[in-house]
Structure formats: C-alpha cells, structure tokens
C-alpha cells in the first residue's frame, strides 16, 4: 500500500523521470501534487504496471491532482550536461511548471539539487512507497512513450513503438544496419564493443 505523504502538514509534490537508461530519445520528468486523500487501488511504480493500466492511471492523475507538471529534456542536453543532470535538472523544471508551488518534495531515488525555496527528501524506490512519486512516475513514463510511438512513425528501422528507445537487440541492430539519427543520445555507447577473440 502506497504512503498517501511524508508530512501531512504540508502541500508536498512527487518527482520522478522516466527514460535514463534509452539510447534514444529525450528523458521526460513529471512533479504531482495529489489531494491528501487520494486513493487508487491500482497506483504503482510504473514499471509494475502494464501499458493499459499505466494509460488508464494517466487519465486518472492528470484530472484528479491538484496540480501536475511533465517537462522532457531532449538528447543533446543530455550529451551536453550527462543524463544524471538531465533527469535532476527536468524534475527541478517540473517543480518550477506546477500552478500550486509545493512546500516539500519527494524525490524518487538518492540524488536531487535544490529548487531554491523547497526543502527536499530523496527517497530510494520512492515510487514503490508513496503516491505521488507513482502519479509522476505514471505521467513521465506515459508522456514519454506516447512521444516515442510518435517518433516511431519518422524512424520506423528502430523500432520505439516497441522498445521505446531501450537498448534492445533489435535496437542496437538497427543503430549498426542504419547509423544513429539525431535522436540518439551521442555521449552513450550505443553499439557494443566488437568481441575479441580469447587468447591462449
């Protein structure tokens, strides 16, 4: 069962990203202030949820919170500042994005930069264990492959209506077969390094 807050004093917004670990793409963060009695059986860590629970939650969140905010940094960003800054820097630009300001902010995982103003508690898995770190996580992850899927449509050799730009076999063949598009995250190893062969 998800915590519905950490402090119940205070108006607090959930922060999580969504596509660090793609080789394609831009990275999507999203802040989620939720009213303080909000329930929802079926709200999770995205990644434990399937394509049409997470759809339907997004539709849910976005009309039920109180205030929600999605930002995606694209990939030369995150060549240009690495994608750890990335994912940090768009969960601020969410915060800064909300039409209510929160007084605290709960941040899934162990690293974050203030927001001037907002005190801050990063917490790992945070989106296992409160709701509105779920909330952004669902809205991030939803926002995020429905760009993919679009982007799919221009690029159809990589396959990111599938992999939404995850490195898969299927896609890093494609990077080898094709080259890497404007899309792809230049500062990551996109293909493997070649197999040496043993010596004995």
């Not at 950490?6 to 959930?14: C, F, I, R």
């Not at 849910?60 to 240009?80: G, N, R, T």
Request: overall charge positive; proline content about 6%; charged content about 25%.
């Amino acid at each position: 069962m998800l915590l519905p807050y950490l402090h119940s004093d205070k108006t607090e917004a959930g922060c999580d990203e969504a596509g660090r670990g793609c080789l394609a793409g831009p990275v999507y963060a999203a802040a989620v202030i939720l009213p303080k009695d909000f329930k929802n059986t079926l709200l999770d860590d995205s990644k434990k949820l399937t394509e049409a629970q997470r759809n339907e939650l997004r539709i849910i969140v976005e009309k039920e919170a109180l205030s929600w905010a999605v930002v995606s940094i694209p990939p030369q960003k995150i060549d240009e500042i690495n994608i750890l800054n990335a994912s940090i820097f768009g969960m601020q630009q969410a915060v800064k994005k909300l039409k209510t300001k929160p007084e605290f902010l709960l941040i899934d995982g162990n690293r974050f930069k203030p927001v001037p103003g907002i005190p801050h508690e990063c917490i790992i898995k945070g989106d296992g264990k409160y709701a509105s770190i779920a909330a952004a996580s669902i809205l991030a992850k939803t926002h995020r492959d429905e760009y993919m899927e679009k982007l799919h449509l221009k690029f159809p050799h990589y396959s990111w209506n599938t992999n939404k730009g995850y490195p898969t076999i299927a896609h890093r063949k494609a990077i080898q077969g094709h080259g890497a598009t404007i899309h792809h995250r230049q500062s990551f190893k996109l293909l493997p390094d070649p197999v040496q062969g043993k010596l004995f």
